[in-house]
């Protein structure tokens, strides 16, 4: 499956952004679904995922109660959106695609699919 994450560019704090990710050549139901990020000198983190199953969503502490992952079938698309962003939140997001098991959904290793990546800067 190919990737196409957009929706990433710059906001001032206390502001949203909609990320979205297209994905090409299977459909969605196929796959558990993530966000990572990646600040610059930092590793690659792990921010929400839906499930294929059920669609249960999971989310790291520091998004909880601001961000929403959420997916629409039709459009075979995957979506972030951010609220109340913080400069703590600028980073490269990514998402990815995958078949982990429960215990590893939040590890990038568990996912073999990844877009490019877009760049969100909030600033203060």
């Known amino acids: 499956v190919q990737l196409q994450a957009s929706g990433g560019g710059l906001v001032q704090a206390g502001g949203s952004l909609r990320l979205s990710c297209v994905a090409s050549g299977r459909t969605l139901n196929n796959y558990d679904w993530s966000w990572f990020r990646q600040a610059p000198g930092k590793d690659r983190e792990f921010v929400a995922a839906?499930?294929?199953?059920?669609?249960?969503?999971y989310y790291a502490d520091f998004v909880k109660g601001r961000f929403t992952i959420s997916r629409d079938n039709a459009k075979n698309t995957i979506y972030l959106q951010m609220n109340s962003l913080k400069p703590e939140d600028t980073a490269v997001y990514y998402c990815a695609a995958g078949t982990p098991i429960l215990s590893s959904l939040r590890e990038e290793r568990a996912y073999g699919n990844w877009g490019q990546g877009t760049l969100v800067t909030v600033s203060s």
């Open positions: 839906i499930r294929r199953s059920g669609g249960r969503t």
